[in-house]
């Protein structure tokens, strides 16, 4: 109800990906067939979009040892330099940890793939994608305790990956820019520090709003984010979704984010009901003097990330993202 006809606003290039979404896996978005069939939808969707794009020196799947059992993590090196690094053990490059989106409930190493080597591409860095465990099987917190635990490992050990642990980053789309700042603040809170988290990668992510302009006029079947379909991912991802909201690793904004915390880029697309959570977060670094730059992309709706195959916003967003980090990271 009261919604805006946003399939009559995006951009061309945008229609054009949703028509060739339909063709490639019909409609991904719905909800209503339950999680394991959204799961091979979304697959099956992805695959298109994956292929093709930059080659990475190197990549390789390892895992890192967690707190619910091993996690699977794949690791991109871009240039020439980033694979000595690793190949002879020395901590030469910063990195920047990978965490998919998808609801929580979707989503994979392989799903995300082009993503990362995109970014990889772009920043020059080398890219460490967490697999972390979905929902509904693994409930809150698991999946922000697993992210953590990967940037730790990394903290600890990243010389043996050619990886310097002091110069780490977050990267994340959707659900995987929550778990991204989400872990961050677990780091800093619970686990001694968040020091070397340098900077954050942030799209079109959920922070913690629970009710928005962009929540109430925007979210259809175009994107899977209608008030049923937010219903249901929460209620995939906690046993008590009621607990989200009190939560600090759960609703973001009640952490202090007056201090430690690390540059931030916030990219956010104009038709995304998570919009606001964006643009909330981008006025709390405004305010606190924290170096961030604040993007909507005009003409999208969310996880338009995907597609830079057909969509000049995606390549940019990672493109600008990638100019962003280098920046803060004096590369």
């Given at each position: 109800?009261?919604?805006?006809?946003?399939?009559?606003?995006?951009?061309?290039?945008?229609?054009?990906?949703?028509?060739?979404?339909?063709?490639?896996?019909?409609?991904?978005?719905?909800?209503?067939?339950?999680?394991?069939?959204?799961?091979?939808?979304?697959?099956?969707?992805?695959?298109?979009?994956?292929?093709?794009?930059?080659?990475?020196?190197?990549?390789?799947?390892?895992?890192?040892?967690?707190?619910?059992?091993?996690?699977?993590?794949?690791?991109?090196?871009?240039?020439?330099?980033?694979?000595?690094?690793?190949?002879?053990?020395?901590?030469?490059?910063?990195?920047?940890?990978?965490?998919?989106?998808?609801?929580?409930?979707?989503?994979?190493?392989?799903?995300?793939?082009?993503?990362?080597?995109?970014?990889?591409?772009?920043?020059?860095?080398?890219?460490?994608?967490?697999?972390?465990?979905?929902?509904?099987?693994?409930?809150?917190?698991?999946?922000?305790?697993?992210?953590?635990?990967?940037?730790?490992?990394?903290?600890?050990?990243?010389?043996?990956?050619?990886?310097?642990?002091?110069?780490?980053?977050?990267?994340?789309?959707?659900?995987?820019?929550?778990?991204?700042?989400?872990?961050?603040?677990?780091?800093?809170?619970?686990?001694?520090?968040?020091?070397?988290?340098?900077?954050?990668?942030?799209?079109?992510?959920?922070?913690?709003?629970?009710?928005?302009?962009?929540?109430?006029?925007?979210?259809?079947?175009?994107d899977g984010l209608t008030e049923a379909d937010w219903k249901f991912y929460m209620q995939m991802y906690a046993n008590d979704p009621a607990e989200l909201e009190e939560n600090?690793?759960?609703?973001?904004?009640?952490?202090?984010?007056?201090?430690?915390?690390?540059?931030?880029?916030?990219?956010?697309?104009?038709?995304?009901?998570?919009?606001?959570?964006?643009?909330?977060?981008?006025?709390?670094?405004?305010?606190?003097?924290?170096?961030?730059?604040?993007?909507?992309?005009?003409?999208?709706?969310?996880?338009?990330?995907?597609?830079?195959?057909?969509?000049?916003?995606?390549?940019?967003?990672?493109?600008?993202?990638?100019?962003?980090?280098?920046?803060?990271?004096?590369?």
């Amino acid at each position: 109800m009261n919604k805006l006809d946003v399939l009559s606003l995006i951009n061309p290039q945008m229609n054009a990906v949703l028509a060739k979404e339909d063709e490639l896996a019909g409609d991904a978005n719905d909800t209503s067939v339950g999680f394991e069939k959204m799961r091979e939808n979304y697959v099956a969707g992805r695959a298109y979009w994956v292929e093709g794009g930059p080659v990475m020196v190197e990549k390789l799947d390892a895992a890192v040892a967690g707190p619910y059992g091993d996690i699977p993590v794949r690791y991109y090196y871009p240039t020439d330099e980033s694979a000595a690094a690793r190949a002879a053990s020395k901590p030469e490059t910063p990195a920047i940890v990978y965490v998919h989106g998808g609801g929580f409930v979707l989503g994979n190493l392989d799903t995300h793939d082009r993503i990362c080597r995109v970014l990889a591409r772009n920043a020059g860095v080398a890219v460490v994608a967490v697999d972390y465990r979905l929902s509904p099987e693994a409930k809150f917190p698991s999946a922000v305790h697993e992210v953590a635990a990967v940037a730790a490992h990394l903290h600890e050990h990243g010389a043996a990956h050619g990886i310097d642990g002091e110069r780490l980053s977050f990267a994340g789309d959707s659900g995987g820019a929550h778990l991204s700042l989400a872990a961050t603040m677990y780091l800093r809170e619970e686990l001694g520090g968040s020091d070397f988290v340098k900077c954050c990668l942030l799209y079109y992510g959920w922070f913690g709003l629970k009710d928005s302009s962009s929540m109430r006029l925007l979210g259809g079947s175009w994107d899977g984010l209608t008030e049923a379909d937010w219903k249901f991912y929460m209620q995939m991802y906690a046993n008590d979704p009621a607990e989200l909201e009190e939560n600090p690793y759960a609703n973001l904004f009640l952490n202090d984010m007056t201090r430690d915390m690390p540059a931030c880029y916030i990219a956010a697309a104009e038709y995304d009901p998570l919009c606001d959570d964006s643009t909330t977060l981008a006025t709390i670094c405004e305010e606190h003097g924290i170096p961030y730059r604040f993007e909507l992309f005009e003409g999208v709706i969310h996880a338009f990330l995907h597609y830079t195959k057909m969509l000049d916003e995606a390549n940019d967003a990672l493109e600008h993202g990638a100019t962003f980090y280098r920046q803060q990271m004096g590369l």
